[in-house]
């Protein structure tokens, strides 16, 4: 038998009786230590890495034990505590404090691995009027490719942002720099022209506009269902393709939808039989 088990803190140490949310996953694992604005307090995640994180761990427990089975016909317990799960999905932040001992800073949006990135602002007043560009250090293609995209070869001259190095120190007055080719233009817009450029660029998507999203509707990640209660609503489909066997969305059934059916094909129930649990208000 392989048995699986989730914990916010495991089965056995201080913790272990503690009881554990997402946001506490989040907070004892040092993800939210790195969360936020340079001088500013945590942050929780807006994405549920504690709970969805520590169930796509447990999946993938649950599979190794499946397949060791196979080899070795035993089964096991598959464990997996909340707070581990989410320390394992923040691993890389970890880099520098395995190294030096010191905690990490919280830097925001900017990058922390000797390369420029910066949340970038758009045209309009919305709140998620932006896009993120990352120029990683070891790709200066990438910053060359953003300025022809502005207009503005003169930047690559600019003792301020000649090298990586430069760019990294510099980066507030290089945000500055874009913002004004940027700030006359939509966000999706500014996307394209870098993006199309080989330049890492995303626009910040709120959630209705994901849901309308062209490129995840015609991907029919985002699809829409009829319900014969509710009507036509929008659904998210599951993430992972697979070319032979794929995931098919469906709405939930209804309560009680398929008890005839069932009580039919697997009890062997006749109908006279279940008009009679019917009329009892069995079912």
């Known amino acids: 038998v392989i048995y699986a088990s989730v914990k916010g803190f495991g089965s056995y140490g201080p913790y272990s009786g503690f009881k554990c949310f997402e946001p506490v996953a989040q907070a004892t694992s040092g993800a939210m230590s790195v969360t936020g604005e340079a001088g500013g307090p945590p942050l929780v995640n807006g994405s549920n890495i504690g ?4 169930g796509m761990h447990l999946t993938i427990g649950i599979l190794a034990a499946l397949v060791q089975r196979q080899s070795t016909g035993r089964g096991q317990l598959v464990e997996v505590a ?9 691993r890389v932040k970890f880099t520098q404090t395995l190294a030096t001992g010191k905690p990490l800073e919280r830097s925001g949006n900017r990058s922390t691995t000797g390369g420029w990135s910066d949340l970038i602002r758009c045209a ?3 709140t998620n009027d932006y896009v993120y560009i990352t120029i ?10 953003m300025t022809e995209a502005m207009g503005r070869p003169d930047l690559r001259s600019d003792e301020r942002f000649a090298t990586p190095p430069a760019r990294a120190k510099n980066g507030a007055a290089l945000t500055t720099e874009i913002e004004r080719w940027t700030t006359e233009r939509e966000k999706r817009e500014v996307m394209k022209a870098f993006a199309g450029r080989g ?5 910040v998507l709120d959630t209705a506009e994901v849901l309308a999203d062209p490129h995840l509707r015609e991907r029919e990640t985002i699809f829409d269902l009829e319900h014969p209660t509710r009507g036509r609503f929008s659904v998210i489909g599951c993430p992972v393709r697979l070319s032979d066997s794929p995931v098919a969305g469906r709405r939930a059934p ?3 939808e398929h008890t005839e059916e069932v009580l039919r094909s697997l009890a062997g129930y006749t109908a006279e039989e279940i008009e009679q649990l019917r009329e009892k208000q069995v079912i």
Request: glycine share 14%; with cysteine.
């Open 199 to 203: 330049i890492v660029c995303g626009a």
């Open 51 to 54: 709970d969805s994180g520590t």
């Open 136 to 145: 990683p250090p070891d790709n200066p293609e990438m910053f060359e490719a």
């Open 82 to 90: 909340m707070q581990e799960a989410v320390l394992n999905l923040t």
């Open 254 to 256: 209804l309560k009680g």
């Open 124 to 126: 309009g007043n919305g």
